[in-house]
């Protein structure tokens, strides 16, 4: 595979890239996946069981022997916002954006090799310099490239537009509604965890989370809403939040009808509150 690098160098690779695909059948659509090289590398084998690590990797070798680097999702995924959403967020992280090339969108075997391929080579390079040279990156403003027009080169970007999306963010734009709203209850289901366990600076961190989340999510979801029950540790808050997760899964399924019970229930609950 002959990687394109449409922002860095790949004589110098940050270690962290946004890699993408193209489909000749769906010529406005990209698909996209986010390739993290670890700075220390690691042996997975030792936290599985043993009876798993003789099959995942021993003596040096195996899938998680030597774990240096990943892609996530490990196949790639329709973005939504297209090429343009990818080139903002590899401006305003200072990220690689790397062209991968042009494939099927169903032949989801194929999709997930090239990934892998995609990985292993990126890794190589970056591994290859890092051990030269020592972690080496591009200035922001010698690798960014704009946005905007029909070209990919056109118009133009301020990279303080977004000062720390973070990981968490690229992985939120490339999933589905669905994978989005899980999240939101995983997020949920830890916040409640920390605010059992009185810990304020876990709370503020995945209230955090989830308000950088919602922002992922249509704004008829009323997501603000949620969060705000969702920091309300009385029993009416607990139930408050649990409906508007269950509203925000409605409303993704389009069952329009259980919306409006839902609504009602929110409202006898807030009258009571």
């Not at 009876?51 to 990943?70: D, E, K, R, T, W």
């Not at 490339?174 to 059992?196: I, T, V």
């Amino acid at each position: 595979m002959d990687l394109q690098f449409e922002i860095g160098d790949a004589q110098r690779p940050r270690g962290h890239a946004i890699l993408y695909f193209r489909v000749d059948t769906e010529p406005d659509h990209v698909y996209g996946t986010y390739i993290i090289t670890l700075p220390i590398s690691a042996d997975l084998t030792k936290y599985v069981p043993p009876f798993l690590a003789a099959h995942l990797g021993s003596a040096g070798s195996g899938p998680l022997a030597n774990f240096s680097a990943f892609a996530m999702p490990p196949m790639s995924e329709l973005v939504e916002g297209g090429y343009e959403q990818l080139v903002r967020l590899a401006n305003v992280r200072n990220d690689d954006l790397v062209y991968g090339g042009s494939m099927f969108s169903y032949d989801l075997a194929r999709m997930m090799e090239s990934v892998a391929q995609a990985v292993q080579e990126y890794a190589d390079s970056w591994f290859r310099t890092s051990g030269e040279e020592g972690v080496s990156t591009l200035p922001a403003e010698d690798a960014a490239i704009p946005l905007g027009g029909s070209s990919h080169l056109a118009g133009a970007v301020d990279a303080d537009e977004g000062d720390s999306l973070g990981v968490n963010e690229v992985l939120w734009s490339f999933m589905s509604e669905g994978d989005r709203l899980a999240e939101m209850g995983r997020l949920l289901g830890r916040l409640r965890f920390a605010q059992e366990g009185n810990d304020a600076a876990a709370i503020a961190d995945i209230i955090a989370e989830m308000t950088a989340l919602g922002r992922h999510l249509p704004d008829e979801f009323g997501i603000s809403s949620l969060v705000t029950a969702a920091n309300d540790t009385t029993p009416n808050g607990v139930q408050l939040a649990q409906l508007y997760l269950d509203r925000c899964y409605r409303l993704s399924s389009g069952d329009t009808e259980q919306v409006r019970r839902i609504d009602e229930a929110i409202r006898n609950l807030q009258r009571r509150g």
